[in-house]
């Protein structure tokens, strides 16, 4: 049993059109991260959310931390093919990092 | 820094082996994770340390797996005996503290036939 649900499982995009990933849990997180992840290597930081309501803009990419610190979106304006990948969301509470199932994204040119 | 080592990149074993997989976290990191990624399951949280003390290991999946992290630049994740359901990649990473990010390794990817 996944602790961070991830929706959609996958998302195939043409270039120039918009998306967003959601990931929700019952739990409530002192943190939520999201990582990205490129076939043959290790998920790599995105970004981290820690205040409920928070709004972050990284470039083309924006992500919410939910009010109530359980769920957090991405949103990607004006995809390009570089922003294919696997995109995982992440919750921690004291030491402890667990992740969602990911969510596939390919963006054809 | 070299960032999280990993070792061996890949490995096949034949069922009923012993596997030993090798993690040398990045220098100042106090914590310590070991993940499974397959199709099915995702990223599994199989254990974690802090300052080489387990604090969870419940996502250790049987008896037939085992970590240690003897000091603060090595750990290792063994299985004995594998079996074919334990083909997967598995990831080590680290981290300096609670909240901050995690630096993974590339992974290693284990095969058993």
């Known amino acids: 049993t996944q602790l961070l649900e991830q929706s959609p499982q996958f998302l195939s995009i043409q270039e120039g059109e918009n998306l967003t990933v959601y990931c929700n849990s019952s739990?409530?997180?002192?943190?939520l991260q999201w990582y990205r992840q490129e076939p043959g290597e290790g998920p790599v930081l995105l970004v981290t959310?820690?205040?409920?309501?928070e709004v972050k803009k990284l470039k083309r990419l924006t992500f919410q931390f939910g009010d109530a610190r359980k769920d957090s979106s991405l949103h990607i304006t004006a995809a390009q093919p570089g922003d294919t990948g696997l995109y995982l969301c992440?919750?921690?509470?004291?030491?402890?990092?667990?992740f969602g199932a990911g969510t596939t994204v390919t963006v054809r040119a | 820094d070299a960032g999280v080592i990993q070792s061996p990149r890949h490995e096949v074993t034949e069922m009923g082996q012993e596997v030993t997989l090798r993690c040398k976290p990045i220098?100042?990191?106090?914590?310590l994770f070991w993940y499974r990624q397959t199709m099915m399951r995702g990223l599994e949280l199989l254990i974690y340390?802090?300052?080489?003390?387990?604090?969870?290991d419940s996502g250790m999946p049987e008896d037939r797996f085992s970590a240690k992290m003897p000091n603060a630049s090595f750990s290792t994740l063994k299985i004995q005996p594998s079996e074919p359901r334990d083909s997967a990649v598995y990831f080590c990473?680290?981290?300096?503290?609670?909240?901050?990010?995690?630096?993974f390794g590339q992974g290693t990817r284990l095969t058993v036939v």
């Open positions: 959310v820690v205040t409920g309501g």
């Open positions: 220098s100042g990191h106090n914590s």
């Open positions: 990473a680290s981290r300096r503290g609670r909240g901050t990010e995690a630096f």
């Open positions: 992440a919750g921690g509470n004291d030491y402890k990092l667990s």
């Open positions: 739990s409530v997180f002192s943190s």
């Open positions: 340390f802090n300052n080489n003390v387990p604090i969870d």
